[in-house]
């Protein structure tokens, strides 16, 4: 008994004392945990209903009594949601925790779990040592990445995320990813970070290859001193690397991503849904030509809500789980005051606006959400994002959805020969104020293309003309006059680059301005 106790504890010694040893146990634990986490989940599936009411009493706290029915009435719908939720830090993981009967029931772990064990399965080798760079501004103090619990993943110090200046965030994990030839995944916070880090990566090549060859970081704007000094203390030489970025580059740009990282499998985005699927598809088409895009999380209101077990598919899905947070759902196109349905009532085919109890304190949060149900896994709806109720033009009550409107925009593109768009966000002529002149209320929007330099008078019309085929009350209000003429303006290059670094957190890109501060820095960048 002795002999193996001492064995046990000499390849615990030797395992925490080799690197790359330790992190292949941690990893085995991480899957062994996530593979029965998923089991639970499943089982938890049979009984929706029961899962939420116990999620529902720890979110109340001990002692108290009823019902969700006695919830709705003490709680009353309505109080919006926060666009984030404050920054709770992750303790630290302790491997007990991993053990079944001893579950965590921080949904940040849970979640982390399942993404783990879903990414391993899909990408065997997606999970190797450093073999993660992370694109992701965290200004202030770092956010976790999707696989926290197994921080060895990674090849991007966690400094590198927090200076104030987005730009030079980015950048700064940008060139510790470009010394790590051997990528298995590239993982961002939002879909919008990794393009801008790939827009980084056409402008400023030459600089990079250089401090990549030298292993010194230049000073640059927002890099404070003090944290410039600490990177360098992480950098060395690597010529053969830079001359290999130098000779790719120098090809051109169309799958850079893999012709830079050869060994890549996977891109992963925590946020690739609703309107930030113009970067992905931009990416897939461009940089990451033959990587598929993987989005693991559904999170709402800085809640974790769901996670996609599907790493593989193109389209993500997400598995609400009932033991996150307590979910209601208001029926869309239903009457003007309607019930809530919980989590057991959801139909397959029907859209339902997101109401979230997520933290004690906060309660029936509408978070302006609209999730559709696509299907069921075991009991559990996999649900799609469809639109966010905040980013829909309305001057007269016409309600035009954000993701329509993207859509009648792509195909106002597709009458514009050569012209591909890179950006573009809308404005209510309210925002304007005198501005806008004395003219019925409209829209204007501001786009950056490429492949165009101006447009014509009959080409933004053009713009006008589709959301009139596609949306009659909007035609009908234009017919009378009571909606004026949508005015289109073209902006210089990298203007959304700035006005994402100008929203001041890593939020998903809006797509109709509410600040006039916002508002005046677009329009400071027309070029047309």
Not at 309 to 329: G, I, N, S, T, Y
Not at 414 to 437: K, M, N, Q, R, T
């Amino acid at each position: 008994m002795l002999v193996a106790v001492v064995a046990v504890a000499v390849a615990v010694a030797v395992a925490m004392a080799v690197p790359a040893l330790r992190h292949r146990l941690v990893r085995s634990a991480l899957r062994r945990a996530g593979g029965r986490y998923r089991r639970r989940l499943e089982a938890l599936d049979s009984d929706v209903r029961l899962s939420q009411e116990r999620r529902l009493r720890r979110l109340l706290g001990t002692g108290t009594a009823g019902g969700w029915e006695e919830f709705q009435e003490r709680h009353p719908l309505g109080q919006p949601c926060l666009d984030e939720a404050p920054r709770i830090p992750l303790p630290p993981l302790r491997l007990w925790a991993l053990l079944p009967g001893c579950w965590d029931t921080d949904p940040r772990l849970q979640g982390s779990l399942l993404y783990l064990d879903a990414l391993g399965a899909a990408f065997p080798r997606a999970l190797a040592r450093r073999g993660t760079a992370l694109l992701h501004w965290s200004p202030g103090c770092p956010r976790a990445p999707a696989g926290w619990p197994l921080p060895t993943l990674y090849c991007t110090p966690a400094a590198a995320a927090v200076p104030s200046s987005r730009a030079a965030a980015l950048r700064l994990q940008l060139l510790f990813a470009l010394r790590q030839r051997a990528l298995h995944v590239l993982e961002a916070g939002l879909a919008a970070e990794l393009h801008d880090a790939l827009v980084t990566l056409r402008t400023e090549w030459p600089r990079l290859a250089q401090e990549l060859e030298l292993g010194r970081l230049s000073p640059q704007p927002g890099l404070p001193e003090e944290l410039r000094e600490q990177l360098q203390a992480l950098l060395s030489p690597a010529a053969a690397r830079a001359a290999e970025l130098r000779a790719e580059c120098a090809r051109g740009f169309e799958g850079i991503v893999l012709r830079l990282w050869p060994q890549l499998e996977v891109v992963v985005v925590r946020m690739m849904y609703g309107t930030e699927r113009l970067y992905c598809d931009s990416l897939r088409q461009a940089d990451c030509q033959g990587l598929p895009f993987y989005c693991p999380f559904y999170q709402a209101a800085g809640a974790l809500l769901g996670v996609n077990l599907w790493p593989a598919e193109p389209a993500p899905r997400f598995v609400l789980c009932p033991d996150w947070a307590f979910c209601e759902f208001l029926p869309c196109l239903a009457s003007k005051e309607p019930r809530t349905v919980l989590l057991d009532e959801l139909w397959e085919g029907r859209e339902y606006g997101l109401v979230v109890t997520a933290q004690p304190g906060e309660y029936r949060c509408r978070t302006g959400e609209v999730l559709k149900v696509i299907g069921f896994h075991k009991q559990c709806p996999v649900v799609e994002p469809v639109r966010r109720e905040s980013q829909t033009l309305s001057v007269r009550g016409e309600s035009i959805p954000e993701e329509q409107f993207c859509q009648s925009l792509c195909r106002t593109l597709s009458l514009w020969p050569g012209a591909h768009l890179i950006d573009y966000v809308c404005v209510e002529s309210s925002l304007l104020g005198d501005s806008s002149g004395p003219c019925a209320p409209h829209y204007e929007v501001f786009m950056e293309l490429q492949g165009l330099r101006d447009l014509s008078e009959v080409q933004r019309y053009k713009l006008d003309q589709c959301l009139q085929e596609d949306f009659p009350i909007y035609k009908s209000f234009r017919f009378k006059g009571s909606i004026g003429p949508l005015r289109l303006h073209l902006v210089r290059p990298r203007s959304f680059t700035q006005l994402r670094e100008a929203l001041g957190s890593p939020v998903p890109m809006p797509r109709v301005l509410h600040e006039e501060q916002l508002l005046q820095l677009i329009q400071g960048a027309v070029i047309s």
